[in-house]
Structures are given as C-alpha cells and as structure tokens.
C-alpha cells in the first residue's frame, strides 16, 4: 500500500490553493449572502484549467488522471472555496461534461466539451424529478420519437446549474414499459424551444449554486443530441456515481482542513478567563474531532478515485461507505467548528456558519444516507 | 498511491488465517484458567513463528513486509482471540521491537531471538499508579551499586506479567529514562496476582513489584537521553491497540451479519428489516473506514512522515471509539444470543473499552492532536 501523492501532485494543489484563495474566496461571502452564483469564479476555473482537468488536451482538457482531478476538489475546499461553487463545478464537470465526453459521438464531443472545459458554457444534469428521487426508474419525463426528433415532455427537480445551464444532460423514458432499460439521455440546449428553468430555488447551503427545476414542454431535441444509444441512459446516470463518489466529495476533506486551521487560529486568538480558549482541553479536543474526520474522509475518497485510475470497474459498497461516511460524519465538525466561534460562530461573517449550512446538504446530495445504506446491506 | 495488498502480502493473510483458525478449531483461544491459557498462548507463538508474523513491524528485510501488512494481520489475529492477541503483540511487538531498536548484539541474541521464533514470551511494564508516563514522573528506580544496578518500584497492569520470560521493566537512572531487563524468576521481581479485568478473559495482568532487584549492567537499556524512547514505545502499543480493534471490529460485524442473515421473525431473515440491514451498514462503514485509518497511518510511520505521530493518536482515537460502537450495534442485532458470554461481540464489547484507556488514552490523544493543530 502507498498512500502518498506525487510531487507533481502536491505541487498542483498548492498552485490551485494559492489560485482560488487569491481569485475566488475573497468573493465567497457576499455572493453566499445575495445568493448569487459567481460567474467570474466560474470563468477563472475554467481558465485555470479546472473544469475540463480530466479531459483530453485535444478537448480543451488537462489530460489529468482522476486522483490529480480529486485533489483539486480537496484543494478548493481547502482554499475556502463555498460548497455552492464547489457543487456547481461537480455537477457541470462530472454529471453533465463527463457524460457527454464518455458517451458522446465524435461531434459531440468536439461541439460541448472545449466550451465546458473551459467554462464558456455551464453544465447541468437533469435526472431527479418531484416525485423520482432515489427511485430513478419511477420518473415520469417522457421522450417520444417524431422522425428526427425527440419529444421531450416533464419536469425535472433540484437540477444544479438549472437556472444557468446552458447545455442539460436530460435523461427521460423512450420506452416507459421498460422501467430502466427504457431510460435515455440527452443533450438539451439552452434555448430550445419548449425548454425552461424555473426559478432558483431558496436552499438553507450552498446558496452560490443556483438549483431550480427543468421544464420540458413538447421541447423538440434533435435525434443526432441522443447520447448513446436509446435505453442506455440508466447505466449513464450511475455511472456518475464514480465522480460523486471521489470527486464531488473531495472539497470535504479539503473543508475539514480549511475549519481546522479557521478555528485553531480563532482558537488562538480568543481569550476567556485570562487565556486562549486552545488552551482549554474542550477546545483541543472539538479540533481534534475536526482533524479525525478530515483524515478518515480522506482515505476513502482516494481508494475510489485510485481504483478508477486503475481502470477497475466502481466498487459500489465502497463507493456506498465512502459516501455514507463522508455524508453522515461531515456535519459534526461544522458543528464544533461553530461552537469554538460561539457567537461569532453564528454571525455570516465568520464563514463556519456557512461550511455549516453547506454541509448540511452531504448526507443529502447524490443518493441520501439511507439510499448508501440500502445499497450496502444489499451488497453485504 | 497504491490501495492494494501484493499478492506475497495475501499469501501472508492467508497463511496467519490458516494457522489460527485451526487453533480455533482445536481449543477455545480465550480459556481463563492461567494454565491453560499460558499453554495457549505458547502453542500459538510457535504455530505463528512459522509464517513471518512474529517479525513483522521487528525484523527489517526485504522478505518480511511493512507495517501496513503488519496493521492488516494483527486484524487477522485479533479476530479470533483478543486475548491471544494482546499477549501475543506484547511479547513480540512491544518487548520484541524495544530490543530490536534499542538493544545491542547480545541483547538481541540473548532476548529478541528466542522471542521471534516463539520460545519465550516477553512482557513490558510501563504504567504506574498514576497510569500516566506523559504527565509524573516514573517512582521506578535503578541505581548503580558496584557492578549491579538495583532496580525498587512497583508497576501496574503488566500484561504477560505473571508469566513471561523476560519483562522490560521502565523506570528512572541517573535520571533519566531506561529499561531494565528482568528474567523470570529474579530475586525479588515479583508478580502480583492475576487481575480480573472487564475483558480479556484469557489474559495475564498483573502489578509487579520490584524489591530490590539487582541486574547486571548489560540488562539495562539506556539510560536515554530524553523520555522520546518512551514516546516511541507509547506509539508502538498505539498500533497493537489499534490493531486490536480491528480485529474486534471483524468479529463482531461478521458474527452480527451471519446471525442477520441466518435468524427469522416474522417469516424473513432481519436483514430484510431496515433497522437491522441499515445498522450493519453503519457497522460495515466504520469497519472499513478504520481499516483504511490503520493501514494509513501505519504506512506513515513506516515511511517516517512527520504526520505520523498525529495520525497515528487520530486513527487510534477512531479505531477505538468505532470498535465499541460496532461491536454495541452487534450486539443489539444478536439481541439475547449476544448477551450470552463466549459470544464474538459481546467478547470485544467488553474488550474495546481497554482500547481507549491503554496506550495513549482517547482523551490524551485528542489533546495531542489539538496541540498539533494549535502548533503547540
């Protein structure tokens, strides 16, 4: 076993620290309060070469293998990156560019991927739909072929980007009888007619992404935007579940770092009864919980970004335990982390008030706990 | 990064595997009886010596791996008897690597090798009655007289104490730190009686007091400079914990899953009950996310990162914490097959309490790691 990074590695993170504390974080409050979705952040991730890091060079990509492209999720939230812009860089990066990279043809690939990767165009995926969580085969958004073209009809929910988006992975049935196996995707544009976002939805985190939900009405898609082939939409959506299972975890791990170091600074700082609260051993130990479950996320974040690197098929239990742990255990340090500040702890203007809130969504996002726990003890 | 056992490692499982399990089959491995036990605990070190499992973590050689192998065999290990395990770990992890580290040529030969090959069984008494090496002072004392050194104090909670062959006895000289190495039978070491403690049923502790025991020089390790050797044996019996909990862990969870699999009510196994199947999924991801945490924080001490201290006080912390909770969650799924004694859960539900407490106790290491993270 070797649980070391490269040089080359840990040189890029550091560079993306330095990056995103500079370009991005000293935007991350205000934008949190309004709500707002930074685009310039957006932009300057991509110009960094971030949003297509996995990709290709050809494709406007970084040709990064998957633990380079993991650590830099770690290293924005590392930096101090708001899990709104972190969430909106996974959800373009990985759930709607990734897709269409793996499954796209030839011309796909080169009509959307150089515009994700470098940020002209924002992604978003549509798959979870008001009464279709978990339970993916239950959606209702149906596509009916008219000729050379797709009929697209139904509503999608909680879509990351939705309101910004301007290229939609949509997966709908082609063939409602075939549950599963009759679940398609495709490319859907912004602009096309009989397509449109609802309004951002007011969330208690990660208020920087904008959510809302998708509207297809007759929307007519091109046959040539079918990605794959028809039916093969399911097998797509899970396999997405790779990235969520690393890389959109990976700004946790680097989030534990970042509340470590705000609260033992704080810590440091902030006397009562004539001395530093660090010096009490309460205090020693909530940072201590802090730093335990950083580094107990790290390692199994990494074992499933490392074995795709490998060219292993997902291991689904691990992948489960990785996301269960990571969502279940990431709140509390949030919550010690708000109690070293105290007061201050509950003001916007120390940020652990929002890592807070943002957390809250982890045990949530891409399947639910208890979703990771049905998936386990079936596989146990 | 590499997140794969090699298959020479594999085999090396397999082989440790193996020989328990047919001790396993032969003899209940956590006998209380003292004599029973010490014959136990003596076949097991002899069946051992004949994979490398005794050396692991001691003998630096390219055949024998690191200690990551040696964090995933103590699970191995210490799934079948915590007992056995702990006895086996003190003799050859603790007493076994303070001789390889810090002893000389003869010192090895004369007490590291018939160690490793499982002849005799080594103790190490560090704890006084205070508990607590990082914070008093030792009372244990060795003073120089002619050519001897004599060595008064008193030691609690010896593990191996009233059986082993030889015991590394910590204490003060010349004030500073040192071991003393005692053969059975010295005048004047004497053990005391045989503990009952919550756990570990087929397991020697005792105190032992030293009454004016006189060695000769050339038993004495040391005197070190600074108490870091004693740090350094404090991180050793971290990892034997930690290892320990493992192995509780993977009993507990496997006795929880066959019972869940295997007991009916209401016409369906309990599996298929949520509260039960969403349990040992609670179970299973503390399982592997401490095995992960082990094997990590054994990789760095092995490459002598300078994180390895605090991952180390980390892992132990949640090694130790996750092997009570899981081994309590088993037990509520065994519900009254696991309250019955001799059961695999309801044996390290009482044995991961001694986790926290020994070594460097939970609460110490979080005080540790809080310092790390203040840069105190």
Redesign the interface.
Known sequence: ?????TKEQLMFKQELIRFAKKEIVPRVQEHDLKGEFDFESFKKLGEFGILGLHFPEELGGGGADV?TTVLAGEALGEAGVDGGLTLAYGAHTFLCADTIFRHGTEAQKQKFIPKLSSGEWIGCMGLTEPDAGSDVASMTTTAEKKGDKYLLNGNKMFITNGPIADVAVVYAKTQPELQHAGISAFVVEKGTKGFSAGPPLIKMGVRTSHTSELIFQNCEIPEENLLGKEGEGFLMAMQTVEWDRSALLAPFVGSATYL??K??QY??GRVQFGRPI?QF?A??????????FG??A???V??IA??KDQGRPLNH??A??AK??VGDWSMAPTFDAVLIHGGYGYCHEYDVERIFRDSRLAPIGGGTS?I???I???L? | MNFDFTQHEQKLFKEINDIMLEMAGEKYLEEKDPVNAGKTVREALIRLANSSYLKLGIVKDEEIPGLCVMMGAMEIVSSFSQSLYLSIEMSTRLFGRIISTFGNEEQKKKWLSPVLCGKKLGAVALSEKTMNIDNDQMETTGVRESALIKISGAKNYVINGPVADFTAVAGIMENKPALFIFEKGSIGLIPGEHLVTMGYDGLFISGLTLDECRINESDVIGPFEDKSAFDTLRMWENQIIIGGSLGMMKASFESAKIFAKTHKTGGKPIIAYQEVAFKLAEMLTLFQTSQLFAYRAAWAADAKSRESDILTYCAKVFCTEAAETVSGSALRILSGEGYISGNAAERAYRCAKYGQIAGTSTEIARVKIGNAALGA
Request: proline share 0%; with cysteine; net charge positive.
């Open positions: 076993m070797d649980f070391d990074f633990i470590l170091k609260c033992a810590a440091k660090g051993q205090t020693k130990h909530k940072l201590a919980e802090i730093r335990i580094e107990a790290r390692s199994l990494y074992r490392w074995c239990l691990e489960a335990v269960l742990y208890d990771q726990k049905m386990i003890s079936k146990m």
